[in-house]
């Protein structure tokens, strides 16, 4: 990061003889995309942004453009970047790039706008309540090389073993360094259980910051890995009977002026307090519509599947990894600190600003109306008999969206202008996957997230 002006990002863009600087989005298909600009007028650019059609708010995965009113082919938006995001990308030296918000041609936020969403969210979130939502994302994803018959993944190893580690060790060397080289903390990595499949997890920051980085973290993955001469895939489900890739949101409320975590209470069920807990009852309530945005994809449902540690039940608990919200036990010594909450029914298909906004639109709610959360499930749902078990979540990508449609308090958030660009973007990939066959499905989601 190097400044906020304009200015500093020219300055810091001719000293290391850049030739490119990419404005970064993601779509409501939760596909990234960029334009990039070159370093001859990029101040200007960085002021007035790049022109963009209002028809990319309806582009879904398949690069088909989706008849949404307003959003065809006349009609122009501004992709303004934040100069407080910029970053050179270590694995393409000479390209810089930012994060990017749309606004309207007289300078506003425009209302399709994912980035500006989350912003007034975190807002939302600061005015009703004096708090900040730090977030941290845990990236699974899969490793394979590109041959004649099609991928293979890069090993078979076992989970969390060394041997999948090694097999992978230049890449994660070089993945780390560029994560570090952006300013991006790496709390962890390990190879995980499926086919190739790896995990990286990162430090938390307020919820619009590490949306951005998020952004950031999935182009380092694919970046670097194209530099190996590897395919990394952070699709929800790369091989049909394998593990899936989760994208655990982990976070946490903290009140900024005394710099304290109001998740934590040492007298509460889970160290968790009265405001988490009202969270926890916040987000279990709109739990089904918010996998509209949290694992939205087709392939997403392939993943949230009983025995998967992925949540496939509307329930919680503490240390369950069954459960798709989960309350990890604190740390030793950095009780306060490490209280959090876990959003284990999420993945990398998902646009970041918009499943974090829903997320805080479901604390908002069960903070304002005192929820209170059901017991914690302290066994694998799957195992309880169904009549005494919690109901399972939606388990199709359609399904989903219909439970957002149907949740008056996240299509509120959304504004309706957003809410009917994602939804016809969404149901139109469900049209789509649902009509073609595995290889179709596989391949669609494995090379575009
Ligand atoms: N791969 C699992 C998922 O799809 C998660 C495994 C874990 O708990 O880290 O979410
Ligand atoms: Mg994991």
Known sequence: MVGESASDVVRRAEEDGLRLVRFLWCGNDGTIRTKASGIHGLEGRIEAGIGLTVGMSAMNSLDGLQPVEGLGPVGEVRLVPDPATFVVLPYAPRTGAMLA??????????????????????????????????????????????????????????????????????????????????????????????????????????????????????????????????????????????????????????????GRNRFHDPSGPGALSAEALAVVAGVLEHLPGLCGLTAPSFNSYRRIQPRAWAGAFRCWGIDNREAPLRA??????????????????????AN????????????????????RPPRPVQVDPADLPEARGPPPLPRTQDEALDALEADGVLMAALGEPLARSYLAVRRSEWAAYSAGDAGFEQRGHFSKY
């Open 101 to 258: 918000s749309q606004q309207t041609l007289d300078g506003r936020a425009w209302e399709v706008c994912s980035r500006s969403f989350l912003a007034r969210m975190a807002q939302r979130l600061a005015d009703e309540r004096g708090g900040v939502l730090e977030v941290a994302f845990e990236n699974e994803f899969s490793l394979a090389r590109e041959e004649a018959d099609g991928l293979r993944p890069l090993d078979r190893s076992l989970c969390f073993s060394t041997i999948g580690l090694t097999a992978a060790q230049a890449f994660a060397d070089d993945l780390v360094a560029a994560l570090d080289e952006q300013g991006i903390r790496v709390e962890q990595y390990y190879a995980e259980q499926g086919p190739g499949q790896q995990e990286v997890s990162v430090g938390h920051l307020p919820a619009l910051q590490a949306a951005d980085r998020q952004v950031l973290v999935r182009e380092a993955i694919r970046g670097v890995a194209a530099s190996h001469g590897l395919v990394a895939s952070l699709a929800p489900k790369p091989w049909p009977s394998d593990a899936g890739n989760g994208n655990h949101v982990h976070f946490s409320l903290w009140d900024p002026a005394s």
């Open 352 to 371: 970041p600003y918009l499943a974090v906004g829903g997320l805080i639109a479901a604390a908002l709610d069960g903070l304002e109306r005192r929820l």
């Open 328 to 349: 990890p036990s604190g740390f030793r010594g950095r009780e306060e600190a490490s209280a959090n909450l876990e959003l284990k029914a999420s993945d990398a298909s």
